[in-house]
C-alpha cells in the first residue's frame, strides 16, 4: 500500500509539472507585453501568481526527485569537478541577499582544491540547501561561513553560521523526510524535505552529512564526499 501510495504521488506530480510550466509561459508573455500593455498594478499581481507557480513548480519537482531517489531510480551525471568553483559560484550569486539581511557571508577555500568526481549539479543543491537555511535564520549582524578541507580520498564541506542553533531533542530528526521544527522553527521548510535530500544525495556520493550544534549558539552542517569509496560503489553497481 505504501509503495502504491508513492507511485501515485509520483504519477500525480509529473502530471503536474507541464500544465504549471505552460501557466508560467502565458504568465510570462503577458508580463513581457506580448497581448498588449501591462500597467503598473497588472504587472505587480502577474509577478506574484508567477513566484507562486515558481514555488508550487519547485515543490513538485522536489517530490519527484524523493521519489527517484527513494525507488533508487536516480542517476547521477558523474564528472571530475573544482568543488570550490561551486562554492565560490554560489557565495557571489547569494551575496546580494546576505547584505541585504546584514550577515557577513564569507567562503574559506584551499588554494590549490583538487577535483572530485560528483554530480555536480546535485552536489551544489547541498550546499545552496545549506546555504539557504543558514540564511533564513541567522539575523542581522550574524555570519556564515562556508569551509573546503581535502584530506586523502576525502574533501569535506561545512557550512557555519551564529544563528539560532538547534536543540539535542531536534538533531536525530534533522536529516528525516517530512520533518519540521515546531518549537524553534530553525529550519522550517514547506515539504520538510530539504534536508533529506541532501542527505540521500551525500550519500549515493558516498558520503555521510551532519550537524554540530549548540542552542542559541549557532550550528555547523558538514558533509563529506569519499571519492575512493565512491568510486569502489560505481564500480561495483556496474559489474
Not at 513566484?51 to 515543490?59: G, H, I, R, V
Request: charged share 25%; with cysteine.
Amino acid at each position: 500500500m505504501q509503495q502504491q501510495r508513492e507511485d501515485f504521488v509520483a504519477t500525480l506530480t509529473h502530471d503536474l509539472k507541464t500544465p504549471i510550466l505552460a501557466a508560467n509561459r502565458a504568465i510570462k508573455l503577458l508580463m513581457e507585453g506580448d497581448f498588449g500593455a501591462v500597467g503598473e498594478s497588472q504587472s505587480r499581481i502577474l509577478e506574484t501568481i508567477h513566484q507562486s507557480n515558481e514555488a508550487l513548480y519547485k515543490l513538485v519537482q522536489t517530490l519527484l526527485d524523493v521519489y527517484r531517489l527513494d525507488s533508487g531510480a536516480k542517476q547521477l551525471c558523474l564528472v571530475e569537478h573544482d568543488l570550490s568553483e561551486t562554492i565560490t559560484h554560489l557565495v557571489d550569486e547569494l551575496q546580494p541577499l546576505a547584505l541585504a539581511r546584514r550577515v557577513d557571508l564569507s567562503a574559506r577555500l584551499p588554494e590549490f582544491a583538487r577535483t572530485v568526481l560528483c554530480d555536480v549539479e546535485e552536489i551544489r543543491r547541498v550546499v545552496q540547501n545549506l546555504l539557504d537555511n543558514s540564511l533564513k535564520f541567522t539575523p542581522p549582524g550574524g555570519s556564515i561561513s562556508v569551509t573546503l578541507t581535502q584530506s586523502g580520498d576525502v574533501t569535506r564541506v561545512s557550512v557555519q553560521d551564529s544563528g539560532k542553533g538547534i536543540s539535542e531533542e531536534d538533531k536525530p530528526k534533522l536529516f528525516q523526510r517530512f520533518w519540521q521544527a515546531a518549537g524553534s522553527g530553525r529550519y522550517y521548510a514547506s515539504t520538510g524535505l530539504g534536508l533529506y535530500l541532501c542527505r540521500k544525495i551525500v550519500e549515493l556520493h558516498g558520503g555521510v552529512i551532519w550537524c554540530e550544534s549548540t542552542l542559541g549558539q549557532g550550528s555547523t552542517f558538514y558533509f563529506t564526499i569519499d571519492s575512493a569509496s565512491f568510486v569502489q560503489e560505481s564500480e561495483q553497481a556496474g559489474a
